[in-house]
């Protein structure tokens, strides 16, 4: 059966770089925001949120369909005010069920096939409550200002980067909720070999 691993950290703070990095070195990587992006489009789901939103949240396809536009949707739920705080709650009651009912089924699927280690990389583990499909929990430590560094190079300014940090659980509560953490303030290499020492432990059996 397959040991699975759920990814957690920071905004920025290197989460995709870690997992293929276990990819690498012959881990499965499950990317949770994949899920969401088919959570998002869920039949059911777009139907609640139009009902709520109305067309505000969607764009038009090549094809003239609607279809939920993340880049709106992110401007409702991280408005800086009670509006967008209730907004996002109210979307993930929404998909987070979704996500997880989805994660789940790939999870069986992938322990069925014998993957040894499977990464669970969901930027939103514990909000989600996805840490419970997970045996083990690693949190990703990067300083805040290269994390920000790094959204810079999405557009984001500092205030959206701290908007949407603080609708994340904190790191304080992630770090100590980690069973293990890698330090991803160094280099490439470093990050590397903090991750082989972590296989080589799995696999004695620590």
Known sequence: MGLVIGIVGGIGSGKSAVSSAFADRGAFVLDADQAGHEALND??????LIQKWGENAFSSDSEGILRPDRSKIAKIVFEPSENGKKALKFLNETIHPVIRKRLREDLQRLKSENYPLIILD??????ASCDSLC?????VDTD?????RRVQKRGWSREEF???EKSQLSLEKKRKKA???IDNNQTYERMVLQ????????????
Not at 43 to 48: D, G, N, R, T
Not at 135 to 139: K, P, T
């Open 43 to 48: 039949p059911e789901v777009c139907q609640i």
């Open 122 to 127: 969901a930027p939103l583990l514990f909000e």
């Open 135 to 139: 045996d083990r929990i690693l949190f």
């Open 144 to 148: 805040e200002e290269e994390r920000f």
């Open 162 to 164: 701290k908007n949407r």
């Open 179 to 181: 069973d293990c953490i």
């Open 195 to 206: 991750i082989e020492d972590l296989i080589g432990s799995l696999n004695k059996g620590n």
